[in-house]
């Protein structure tokens, strides 16, 4: 997309405009259809207990509860790329008592996997809420090879096509690296993981030599893990001495690395809003602030709309992707 830097300006400035007037709309403050009730808010998590999401949206979780006067429960949903998650949202009534932790993977990626017959519609079915966390991605080379910047990269991969291995550990990796790929014309083998953790430990075996990795796995490495440029428009403050694929003459993607909060798309909006308003408040939190940066990720909230328009923005990324590496379950 050519209005990559234009889209996210627009989105960071809704983004803020989320954050204005974050006073909270308490039950009885309009009729009963409008306000939430005495029952409590639960979160679907398309995660196992325990993971990193899981242990975020808890966190979350307990300060939001505190916010609405109301018990705030987790409940785990894992399995199906997101699809189990999400299809328990849609089960529930729009009521504002039922929402869930929403992921590219599970909202971009899944539902485009089958376009014949897509388990649903992300911007039909699905009601945006609030964001919730963002973070950078880095592309990282193995010590291995011989190469010190993504430019060396580009050019050690043109002289040996087909010989390096790249490893992605979830959606949002593998659509910001089949952009790259396709935009530097470089061809990589790819292998694509469960997770993260499971790509970081065929890197460290020498199984693939390049990934995508968050801001700390030059350190869990231990030195093995270069950065070569981060994947957003901008250097980022984490790593302010690694470039952008900008500043290396290639091509940005356009691919958001994000988390957010949806409920089912018939929840009346005034509810929408009394929850919007309840986790822009909670996300003001110096202590959570805090721990989410130490993770290198940022805790912002956004209007609905933004939300939606963020949706709007990345879907056809996603799809373009999918359609390139030929990934179709049809």
Not at 160 to 183: E, F, I, N, R, W
Not at 220 to 230: R, W
């Amino acid at each position: 997309m050519q209005h990559t830097h234009s889209s996210r300006r627009q989105f960071l400035g809704l983004l803020g405009a989320g954050l204005a007037g974050s006073a909270l709309v308490l039950p009885g403050a309009a009729s009963a259809a409008d306000t939430l009730g005495s029952r409590p808010v639960r979160i679907i998590v398309p995660f196992p207990a325990g993971g990193g999401g899981d242990t975020l949206t808890r966190m979350v979780g307990d300060a939001l509860s505190q916010q609405l006067k109301l018990p705030v429960v987790v409940e785990n949903k894992p399995g199906g790329d997101g699809v189990i998650a999400v299809q328990e949202l849609l089960r529930a009534a729009p009521d504002g008592h039922t929402i869930m932790f929403g992921t590219p993977s599970a909202l971009l990626y899944t539902p485009q996997l089958t376009p014949k017959r897509p388990p649903y519609d992300p911007l039909k079915d699905l009601a945006p809420i609030t964001h919730f966390s963002s973070f950078t991605y880095y592309v990282y080379v193995s010590d291995a090879l011989p190469v010190k910047t993504m430019g060396e990269l580009v050019d050690y991969v043109r002289k040996h096509p087909g010989k390096v291995a790249y490893g992605t550990g979830d959606s949002t990796q593998l659509v910001a690296m089949a952009q790259l790929c396709d935009q530097a014309k470089l061809d990589m083998i790819h292998v694509h993981y469960k997770g993260t953790s499971q790509a970081f430990t065929d890197f460290m075996g020498g199984r693939i030599q390049v990934m995508v990795g968050g801001f700390d796995l030059e350190e869990q490495s231990k030195g093995k893990a270069l950065p070569l440029a981060t994947l957003l428009p901008e250097r980022s403050p984490l790593k302010p001495n690694v470039p952008t694929l900008g500043e290396a003459g290639l091509a940005p993607v356009t691919t958001r690395a994000w988390t957010a909060f949806f409920a089912p798309a018939k929840t009346p909006a005034p509810i929408i809003d009394q929850l919007n308003k309840a986790f822009a408040a909670t996300f003001q939190n110096p202590k959570l602030q805090d721990f989410f940066k130490s993770r290198g990720s940022v805790l912002q909230a956004s209007t609905p709309d933004a939300m939606h328009e963020l949706l709007v923005e990345q879907l056809p990324v996603f799809a373009k992707a999918i359609k390139t590496l030929n990934l179709y379950r049809d």
